[in-house]
C-alpha cells in the first residue's frame, strides 16, 4: 500500500492547482470534452464527444486521488495505534499473569487433551480397521474379477469350437441332404424322357436300366412297372 501511495503523490507532483472541471461542448463547431481548472483559464484535457464519462474522471482525480492518500494514511496511522496499543495490553496482561495460574490452567488442561487424544486415537485405529477390511474386500473383488474374466474367455473359446462344429456339421447336412436328393431321384425320381412318369424298366441280370431315358437304375423298386410287364418287355425286346 505505501508503494502505491508514492506512486499516486508522485503523479501529482506538478499537475495543476485547484480543482478541474469537465465542460461539455459538444455543441460547438468542434465538439468535445474539454477538462479545465475551476477558473476556466486554460485546457488540461480535450476528449472526443463519446469520452465524457473519462472526462468527469479526470476531472475527479484532482481533488479525489489527493483525499484518498490522505485517508490512507490517516487509516494506515489508526491501525498503528491499534496494534501498539494492542502489544501493551497483552504485556500487561502476561506480566499480570502469576506461575501458579499458568500451572493450573495446565493442570485443567492436561486431562482434556489426553482424553482427546485417547479418543481421536480410537478413532484412527477403526479407520484403519475399516480400510484394511476395504482393502481385502477390493482384492477379493479383483481376484474373482480376474477369475470371471478367465471363465469367460474359456467360455468364448468353447462357444467358437462349437460354432465351427456346427458349421461342419450344416455343410455335412447339406451335402447328405444334397445325395438324398439323388437318391430319391434316382429310386422314384421319375423318367426325363417320360414327362417325370415311370422309368420303363429293363433287367439284365442285377443290372436295371430305364430303356427310355437310359438311366441305370440302382435299388430299383419294381413299382414302376409290373413284373409281369417287365417280362414281356425283355421277351420283346429279345
Same mark, same amino acid.
Given at each position: ?74 487509516? %494506515? ?6 496494534? !501498539? +496499543? /494492542?502489544? =501493551? $495490553?497483552?504485556?500487561?496482561? &502476561? *506480566? ?77 447336412? %447339406? ?6 436328393? !439323388? +437318391? /430319391?431321384? =434316382? $429310386?422314384?425320381?421319375?423318367? &426325363? *424322357? ?45
Amino acid at each position: 500500500m505505501t508503494d502505491l501511495i508514492a506512486q499516486a503523490e508522485a503523479a501529482l507532483d506538478g499537475v495543476t492547482p485547484g480543482e478541474w472541471i469537465a465542460v461539455d461542448y459538444t455543441d460547438t463547431d468542434e465538439p468535445a470534452w474539454h477538462v479545465v481548472p475551476s477558473d476556466y483559464h486554460g485546457t488540461i484535457a480535450s476528449l472526443d464527444p463519446e469520452q465524457s464519462a473519462n472526462a468527469r474522471f479526470i476531472a475527479w482525480c484532482r481533488a479525489g486521488v489527493p483525499a484518498l492518500i490522505a485517508r490512507i494514511r490517516e487509516l %494506515e496511522g489508526a491501525n498503528t495505534q491499534f496494534w !501498539e +496499543a /494492542n502489544l =501493551r $495490553l497483552q504485556r500487561e496482561l &502476561d *506480566a499480570r499473569i502469576e506461575p501458579e495460574i499458568v500451572d493450573q490452567m495446565l493442570d485443567i488442561a492436561q486431562p482434556i487433551m489426553a482424553e482427546a487424544l485417547a479418543s481421536e486415537t480410537e478413532r484412527a485405529d477403526a479407520a484403519e480397521a475399516k480400510l484394511a477390511e476395504v482393502e481385502k474386500e477390493r482384492d477379493e473383488a479383483g481376484q474373482l474379477a480376474l477369475t470371471l474374466q478367465a471363465e469367460a474367455e474359456s467360455l468364448h473359446e468353447e462357444l467358437t469350437d462349437a460354432q465351427a462344429t456346427i458349421a461342419t456339421l450344416t455343410a455335412q447336412v %447339406e451335402a447328405m441332404r444334397g445325395e438324398l436328393t !439323388e +437318391a /430319391n431321384r =434316382r $429310386l422314384g425320381g421319375g423318367c &426325363d *424322357a417320360n414327362a417325370g412318369g415311370d422309368h420303363h424298366v429293363i433287367t439284365q441280370g442285377n443290372y436295371h436300366f430305364c430303356a427310355k431315358c437310359g438311366e441305370s437304375l440302382k435299388g430299383i423298386r419294381f413299382c414302376h412297372m409290373p413284373r409281369a410287364a417287365l417280362t414281356t418287355d425283355n421277351q420283346t425286346n429279345g
